[in-house]
């Protein structure tokens, strides 16, 4: 069991069945009563985030979550296959069980599989993935306005936005957090 002021960003927990992994955490003490612990979660099965209040005496059982490489070999329709990196197993994940990831997966990309007691829950990606530019519109001439951005369509499909030095053909970092423009490649 853990006491909630010892949850940590990123720690993994059961309430009520459900396992949540810790986003955000703020110890609170006001002036007057007693100090209580604002969480944000997200539920691991779901993907929906929720925040909760807790007073400071509550305790969790702590969920333990196992992570395997894998690469991701291709999707067919709805279904994605990956391989394990160590037993060359092939793993079969649903549209939902990938969720909104699947505009991050390229041929090859190594992410890890989450699991509770072998229960697939979905998979985490990289901080960063590299894609290639396949469309963007030429930069216009006097459009330079502080941090000036133009949209650019990388081999996923997926649409960013890009500085305007940005070409078709070129290879860009893309942040997995926030979907945004980090670096050339």
Known sequence: ??????????????????????????????????????????????????????????????ANIDKQQVQYLYNTGDTYYFMNMSTYEQLELTEAQVGENKNYLIENLEVYVILYEGELLGIQLPDKVEFTVVHTEPAVRGNTTNSAMKDATVDTGMTIKVPLFINEGEKILVTTADGKYSSRA
């Open 1 to 62: 069991m853990i006491n909630v002021n010892d949850i940590k960003n990123g720690m993994t927990i059961m309430i009520d069945g459900q396992i949540y992994q810790v986003v955000e955490f703020l110890h609170v003490k006001p002036g007057k009563g007693s100090a209580f612990m604002k969480t944000k979660l997200k539920n691991l099965r779901t993907g929906a985030t929720l925040e909760k209040t807790f007073n400071t005496n509550v305790k969790f059982e702590k």
